[in-house]
């Protein structure tokens, strides 16, 4: 997340908190109240755009503080290099190259807003691009990842509140890239499936990836530069993609018993790198939500929008698409319903990629057919899904639940998955597994036996 994992920051940080406070939380408690959180000054002004003074989102529960309400967190991922500092300490000067420095007052490089919801037992995480185009006040027309340089935490919260058709922002998560690394280590590394070979190097940062493609056991260095790589035809989206595979390896690996023996490591991280205006109860709370949250009820999305056109504008520009945004915040972050009509079910006009992971050619024609029989018409086939799958994936690219669940159930197979991994011009990616492929060789059996 220097290019780093927006939402993987903030799960490795809860997840570790949570995971202490189960067994030990008048400790963390202690532990953390010696040094604070907020690391940051907010005017009066400022601390209204996260809500009124006083306005608290737990209460005591048996155990842990729970969630009152449903909570909107936005997660600012901030790398700062020693160029963007107008007075770097004289050692850093020395080295050379434009090293990372430990703050949060720079561009940031991963925006993220998580959304808990106590009454549906849901998490939403919406990624938003760097490079999304919109307004910023005191900056005018620019990308949204100059919000938090020109207005901090609250201007950046103001300028995505608006983005998101007035979706109201909570409390804010600041962590800068230096902590990623030493996070990931802390908690022992990740094991994750690398979609293909990476190799970039930049001496002026003193960035170098070189990762082999496959299922691999990363440390903190090796994570990085997964989530840091940028370098092929989507760029930023592509590694939010990349972000997202991360984030799902690393929720199934965090809460282990083994877990509770790296908290001290793992708190001085957090103490270091991070900076909100959470309490701690709150903290706390979220943690214990997340903690309790099924994988399939987590749901990640990315801002709809597209890729700015060659002379279109000076700059490279993620241009939002204000319709889809408001759809999708409204179905997912309760913002108010639209004026415009509902649109009636159209599986035809339903946009649907297939992926293939399985190796043969017969997986896909059969379920092209099978989904041409149902009335699904806009069909296409896209780029090979590198990881051998058993399940197949059925992922709701733009957030459209109801479709990607009416497709698993004509399939008979496979699992929804609310997540932006798939074909970005779909509305559901189709990733197809080995189970798709097992169902309809027995099939072809039954129906041989039967002649």
Same mark, same amino acid.
């Given at each position: 997340?220097?290019?780093?994992?927006?939402?993987?920051?903030?799960?490795?940080?809860?997840?570790?908190?949570?995971?202490?406070?189960?067994?030990?939380?008048?400790?963390?408690?202690?532990?953390?109240?010696?040094?604070?959180?907020?690391?940051?000054?907010?005017?009066?002004?400022?601390?209204?755009?996260?809500?009124?003074?006083?306005?608290?989102?737990?209460?005591?529960?048996?155990?842990?503080?729970?969630?009152?309400?449903?909570?909107?967190?936005?997660?600012?991922?901030?790398?700062?290099?020693?160029?963007?500092?107008?007075?770097?300490?004289?050692?850093?000067?020395?080295?050379?190259?434009?090293?990372?420095?430990?703050?949060?007052?720079?561009?940031?490089?991963?925006?993220?807003?998580?959304?808990?919801?106590?009454?549906?037992?849901?998490?939403?995480?919406?990624?938003?691009?760097?490079?999304?185009?919109?307004?910023?006040?005191?900056?005018?027309?620019?990308?949204?990842?100059?919000?938090?340089?020109?207005?901090?935490?609250?201007?950046?919260?103001?300028?995505?509140?608006?983005?998101?058709?007035?979706?109201?922002?909570?409390?804010?998560?600041?962590?800068?890239?230096?902590?990623?690394?030493?996070?990931?280590?802390?908690?022992?590394?990740?094991?994750?499936?690398?979609?293909?070979?990476?190799?970039?190097?930049?001496?002026?940062?003193?960035?170098?990836?070189?990762?082999?493609?496959?299922?691999?056991?990363?440390?903190?260095?090796?994570?990085?530069?997964?989530?840091?790589?940028?370098?092929?035809?989507?760029?930023?989206?592509?590694?939010?993609?990349?972000?997202?595979?991360?984030?799902?390896?690393?929720?199934?690996?965090?809460?282990?018993?083994?877990? +509770?023996?790296?908290?001290?490591? @793992?708190?001085?991280?957090?103490?270091? #790198?991070? %900076?909100?205006? &959470? !309490?701690?109860? $709150?903290?706390?709370?979220?943690?214990?939500?997340?903690?309790?949250?099924?994988?399939?009820?987590?749901?990640?999305?990315?801002?709809?929008?597209?890729?700015?056109?060659?002379?279109?504008?000076?700059?490279?520009?993620? +241009?939002?698409?204000?319709?889809? @945004?408001?759809?999708?915040?409204?179905? #997912?972050? %309760?913002?108010? &319903? !639209?004026?415009? $009509?509902?649109?009636?079910?159209?599986?035809?006009?339903?946009?649907?990629?297939?992926?293939?992971?399985?190796?043969?050619?017969?997986?896909?024609?059969?379920?092209?057919?099978?989904?041409?029989?149902?009335?699904?018409?806009?069909?296409?086939?896209?780029?090979?899904?590198?990881?051998?799958?058993?399940?197949?994936?059925?992922?709701?690219?733009?957030?459209?639940?109801?479709?990607?669940?009416?497709?698993?159930?004509?399939?008979?197979?496979?699992?929804?998955?609310?997540?932006?991994?798939?074909?970005?011009?779909?509305?559901?990616?189709?990733?197809?597994?080995?189970?798709?492929?097992?169902?309809?060789?027995?099939?072809?059996?039954?129906?041989?036996?039967?002649?």
């Amino acid at each position: 997340m220097s290019r780093t994992g927006r939402w993987l920051w903030f799960w490795v940080i809860m997840s570790g908190v949570a995971v202490l406070s189960a067994t030990a939380g008048a400790l963390l408690a202690y532990t953390m109240s010696t040094k604070p959180l907020m690391q940051s000054q907010l005017s009066p002004e400022e601390q209204a755009i996260f809500g009124t003074h006083g306005d608290r989102l737990t209460r005591a529960g048996f155990k842990l503080s729970e969630l009152t309400r449903p909570v909107n967190i936005l997660v600012l991922g901030v790398k700062v290099l020693t160029t963007d500092v107008n007075t770097p300490a004289a050692e850093i000067k020395k080295q050379g190259y434009h090293a990372l420095v430990n703050s949060f007052d720079g561009l940031t490089d991963t925006i993220l807003l998580l959304r808990f919801d106590p009454a549906t037992k849901k998490i939403a995480a919406l990624s938003i691009p760097r490079d999304t185009r919109t307004k910023i006040e005191g900056r005018g027309i620019a990308k949204i990842n100059e919000a938090n340089l020109v207005g901090g935490p609250a201007g950046s919260a103001k300028a995505i509140s608006e983005l998101l058709d007035g979706v109201p922002i909570d409390r804010y998560i600041r962590i800068n890239v230096q902590g990623v690394e030493k996070l990931i280590d802390a908690l022992g590394g990740v094991t994750v499936y690398v979609p293909k070979d990476m190799k970039y190097q930049d001496d002026s940062q003193h960035l170098y990836i070189n990762l082999k493609a496959g299922k691999q056991h990363l440390d903190g260095n090796k994570t990085l530069q997964l989530l840091r790589y940028r370098h092929d035809e989507n760029g930023d989206i592509g590694r939010i993609q990349r972000q997202q595979l991360v984030m799902r390896a690393l929720t199934e690996q965090t809460l282990s018993p083994n877990t +509770l023996t790296r908290m001290p490591q @793992i708190l001085s991280v957090v103490q270091s #790198h991070l %900076d909100t205006n &959470l !309490s701690m109860d $709150e903290l706390v709370a979220l943690a214990n939500f997340g903690v309790q949250t099924n994988r399939s009820n987590m749901q990640m999305l990315m801002l709809p929008g597209r890729f700015s056109n060659t002379g279109e504008y000076k700059a490279s520009y993620w +241009l939002p698409d204000s319709d889809r @945004i408001a759809k999708m915040a409204t179905q #997912h972050f %309760d913002a108010p &319903l !639209s004026e415009s $009509e509902p649109v009636d079910f159209d599986p035809a006009r339903l946009r649907i990629a297939i992926s293939n992971s399985t190796g043969s050619d017969r997986a896909v024609r059969s379920l092209v057919k099978s989904l041409a029989g149902a009335g699904y018409r806009n069909v296409y086939i896209t780029k090979s899904w590198s990881e051998p799958l058993d399940t197949t994936h059925v992922v709701a690219q733009q957030g459209d639940t109801e479709s990607a669940t009416t497709i698993r159930d004509l399939l008979n197979v496979g699992e929804v998955r609310v997540e932006s991994t798939g074909n970005l011009g779909s509305d559901v990616t189709i990733q197809v597994g080995k189970d798709w492929l097992e169902q309809e060789m027995r099939g072809e059996e039954r129906g041989a036996r039967s002649e």
